[in-house]
């Protein structure tokens, strides 16, 4: 079993920059791919990046290459998303979930555990 804690989210100007976290427990994490969805009002859960189980490979949704690094240090059990050049589009509930499989993997039907989100708000 594993779960999931995300923090980092809150209010920031178009164009500047948030560092989202999300904290594991769980002996099995460092085996696991993760990933960063996000769901604004009235829309779907999107896929915005997932990394494999040692970092070695990543994954990015199309509206946030070059924006977005999704990280993970496995000895802190703790996966990162550090967004840059941030769009009042980008606001949403940004969640964290881990997979029962070591590669990237990118659907929500592929996570098994999911964090509670948290809130990103762009002003403009």
């Known amino acids: 079993q594993v779960q999931l804690v995300e923090s980092g989210g809150g209010l920031v100007q178009a164009g500047g920059s948030l560092r989202l976290s999300c904290a594991a427990s769980g002996h099995t994490f460092s085996t696991r791919a993760a990933g960063w969805f996000r769901q604004a009002p009235g829309k779907e859960r999107e896929f915005v990046a997932a990394i494999n189980y040692n970092g070695g490979s990543t994954h990015y949704a199309d509206f946030v290459k070059g924006r977005f690094t999704i990280s993970r240090d496995n000895a802190k059990n703790t996966i990162y998303l550090q967004m840059n050049s941030l769009e009042p589009e980008d606001a949403a509930v940004y969640y964290c979930?881990?997979?029962?499989?070591?590669?990237?993997?990118?659907?929500?039907?592929?996570?098994?555990?999911w964090g509670r989100g948290t809130q990103v708000t762009v002003s403009s």
């Open positions: 979930a881990a997979a029962d499989f070591s590669w990237v993997v990118i659907r929500t039907t592929e996570f098994d555990f």
